[in-house]
């Protein structure tokens, strides 16, 4: 029987305490846990969730796997990357993931480019958008309101 592979694009976060982010973001962002690898000592070497449809890839830090450095995003002091969720009630989204530990870094507020739209960051450290098409916008008017930024 052969393998079959789709292409697909997933990000994988690195935490300090994986089974509380498993935890955190079935609470947050209603993940659905697809399974867990357990390795030394309790920490999760590799976990998969299923979060607005799309794959999350998440396992604990293990610095002695990297040079001997942490990555989670709170030991390097921040992270550049955000993760977007495009919701259909982006009002009752970001209320949960605030009801389920995460601080606001942005509030919620309609966006030039259509969009109401905020940011998160969960206990982990890693940021999370969450924006809702609530107007059409043409190129145009996009480009204008960037220009008097």
Known sequence: ?????????????????AAAAIDFYVKAFNAVELGRVPGPGGKLVHAALQINGFTVMLADDFPE??????????ALGG??????????????????????GATPVMALEDQFWGDRYGVVQDPFGHRWSLGQPVREVGQDEIQRAVSQM
């Open 1 to 17: 029987m052969a393998i079959v592979v789709e292409p697909a694009l997933s990000a994988h976060l690195t935490v300090d305490d």
């Open 79 to 100: 992270t550049s990357v955000t993760i977007h969720l495009t919701v259909t009630d982006v009002e009752d989204r970001f209320q949960q993931a605030l009801d389920a």
């Open 65 to 74: 796997m990297n040079g001997g450095e942490s990555v989670t995003p709170k």
